[in-house]
């Protein structure tokens, strides 16, 4: 199974930028889904973005703002996360298949 690790968080003011990477112990070039979910504090975890056979889709309060990108090559995922907002905060973890990260806290400052 391959082993991910996410990196890139922290604390940011709003309207600023972050970029998480997600780097991965194998080969990814092979996986046809994958995604990044955050989990804001005491809610469940949603999927703000994915990588699927029918292309890259995007949660309603993330579109135009985030953009998610991969690497086959370095086998690493991306997060870009731009205009960032209070209610982006959370712990963003990133997925390959059934492979998790431990997770990377983002915080958004008002």
């Known amino acids: 199974q391959v082993h991910l690790v996410e990196s890139g968080g922290g604390l940011v003011q709003a309207g600023g930028s972050l970029r998480l990477s997600c780097a991965a112990s194998?080969?990814?070039?092979?996986?046809?889904?994958m995604g990044w979910l955050r989990q804001a504090p005491g809610k469940e975890s949603d999927l703000v973005a994915g990588i699927t056979r029918f292309g890259t889709i995007y949660a309603e309060t993330v579109k135009g703002r985030f953009t998610m990108s991969r690497d086959n090559a370095e086998n690493m995922l991306y997060l870009q996360m731009n205009n960032l907002q209070p209610e982006d905060t959370g712990v963003y973890y990133c997925?390959?298949?059934?492979?998790w990260g431990q997770g990377t806290q983002v915080t958004v400052s008002s």
């Open positions: 997925n390959v298949v059934d492979a």
């Open positions: 194998g080969s990814i070039s092979s996986a046809v889904t």
